[in-house]
């Protein structure tokens, strides 16, 4: 299972959750495996049965006029109960509020980091669950390219030197956009996945007999785009004169990336093809089934009911004799 440390907590900039370090700098090298968050308002009145380890502890307006409440004996008592579970991630205090000295120095001597910041609790709830989404979803990196056409994310999978970066190139000049070539790194997002490419590579493009060319100073920064959502697989592959290929696509393929299926397709490869367009006719084509319109199933329908038409009518035309 992946996890993150806490310090990362602190590091980030992107989602803007402004946490500052309190109290238990030891406790920055714990870990948080579930981007679900906790409020312990139960588990400080003693009921911890549903205390979840490597999470984060939110303390709301709730929990520390809850603390108020209570004499400073009876506050250690309940901050010893919960913080039992040695495996709790940390304690973010929200909205400023003012935190109690029990609860720094409890953390202090826990080894648990015990931030604070000035959002709302439903707010930084939102911005941090977005956060370890993210941080916390599968990756991978694979051998391919990834190109936007007509809006359709599209991975051109197949062997070294079948003419991947070619075709991308192709689309390119049909005003299409390059995601990345040679390396995809992919990351599954709220059940989707997204494709960019590697930082060290990004925006090139490797053509035999030219080199390393930069797709973006060549065409332009409308010719490239950091990162798209993988819609549509295309597995390139020789042509075979012995092999049978798909010639109806009725049945749709899938093909598993970090756990999610992507619809698959596998397109033959000889002199003769125009690959640029066959991609292009593929992404129009999965903008319909998008819009619910199966352009192969449709046709199989129409021709079987032909078909049960026309045995109907022999029929009943050989008892009409």
Same mark, same amino acid.
């Given at each position: 299972?992946?996890?993150? @440390?806490?310090?990362?907590?602190?590091?980030?900039?992107?989602?803007?959750?402004?946490?500052?370090? *309190?109290?238990?700098?030891?406790?920055?090298?714990?870990?948080?495996?579930?981007?679900?968050?906790?409020? &312990?308002?139960?588990?400080?009145?003693?009921?911890?049965?549903?205390? $979840? /380890?490597? @999470?984060?502890?939110?303390?709301?307006?709730?929990?520390?006029?809850?603390?108020?409440?209570? /004499?400073?004996?009876?506050?250690?008592?309940?901050?010893? =109960?919960?913080? #039992?579970? #040695?495996?709790?991630?940390?304690?973010?205090?929200?909205?400023?509020?003012?935190?109690?000295? %029990?609860?720094?120095?409890?953390?202090?001597?826990?080894?648990?980091?015990?931030?604070?910041?000035?959002?709302?609790?439903?707010?930084?709830?939102?911005?941090?669950?977005?956060?370890?989404?993210?941080?916390?979803?599968?990756?991978?990196?694979?051998?391919?390219?990834?190109?936007?056409?007509?809006?359709?994310?599209?991975?051109?999978?197949?062997?070294?030197?079948?003419? =991947?970066?070619?075709?991308?190139?192709?689309?390119?000049?049909?005003?299409?956009?390059?995601?990345?070539?040679?390396?995809?790194?992919?990351?599954?997002?709220?059940?989707?996945?997204?494709?960019?490419?590697? /930082?060290?590579?990004?925006?090139?493009?490797? *053509?035999?007999?030219?080199?390393?060319?930069? %797709?973006?100073?060549?065409?332009?920064?409308?010719?490239?785009?950091?990162?798209?959502?993988?819609?549509?697989?295309?597995?390139?592959?020789?042509?075979?004169?012995?092999?049978?290929?798909? @010639?109806?696509?009725?049945?749709?393929?899938?093909?598993? %990336?970090?756990?999610?299926?992507? &619809?698959?397709?596998?397109? &033959?490869?000889? /002199?003769?093809?125009?690959?640029?367009? %066959? *991609?292009?006719?593929?992404?129009?084509?999965?903008?319909?089934?998008?819009?619910?319109? $199966?352009?192969?199933?449709?046709?199989?329908?129409?021709?079987?009911?032909?078909?049960?038409?026309?045995?109907?009518?022999?029929?009943?035309?050989?008892?009409?004799?």
């Amino acid at each position: 299972m992946k996890s993150l @440390r806490i310090s990362q907590l602190l590091e980030d900039h992107d989602y803007d959750l402004r946490l500052t370090l *309190i109290a238990g700098a030891s406790g920055l090298t714990r870990t948080v495996d579930s981007p679900r968050i906790q409020k &312990p308002g139960l588990a400080l009145a003693g009921f911890t049965e549903h205390l $979840h /380890p490597r @999470r984060v502890q939110v303390f709301g307006n709730t929990e520390i006029s809850y603390l108020a409440t209570l /004499p400073a004996s009876r506050q250690r008592e309940a901050l010893a =109960k919960l913080f #039992e579970e #040695e495996d709790l991630a940390c304690v973010v205090v929200t909205k400023e509020l003012e935190i109690p000295p %029990i609860l720094v120095e409890t953390c202090e001597a826990g080894g648990l980091a015990l931030m604070k910041t000035p959002l709302l609790s439903s707010e930084f709830i939102t911005r941090v669950q977005s956060f370890l989404e993210e941080a916390l979803t599968e990756s991978s990196s694979l051998h391919g390219v990834l190109m936007d056409v007509f809006g359709v994310g599209i991975l051109l999978l197949g062997k070294s030197g079948i003419g =991947k970066s070619e075709i991308a190139l192709d689309l390119v000049m049909r005003a299409h956009r390059l995601v990345a070539d040679d390396i995809v790194d992919v990351t599954r997002r709220k059940g989707a996945v997204y494709g960019a490419g590697n /930082p060290v590579i990004k925006h090139h493009m490797e *053509i035999r007999g030219l080199g390393i060319i930069n %797709i973006k100073d060549l065409f332009g920064v409308a010719a490239v785009r950091a990162q798209k959502k993988i819609e549509l697989v295309i597995e390139l592959q020789e042509w075979d004169p012995h092999q049978e290929y798909d @010639r109806l696509g009725v049945e749709d393929k899938h093909l598993q %990336i970090v756990g999610v299926d992507i &619809p698959l397709s596998v397109v &033959p490869v000889r /002199p003769g093809r125009n690959m640029a367009t %066959i *991609i292009e006719v593929a992404a129009r084509n999965q903008l319909l089934k998008l819009q619910g319109h $199966h352009s192969a199933r449709e046709f199989a329908e129409r021709l079987n009911r032909a078909i049960a038409e026309g045995a109907m009518r022999r029929t009943l035309g050989e008892e009409v004799e």
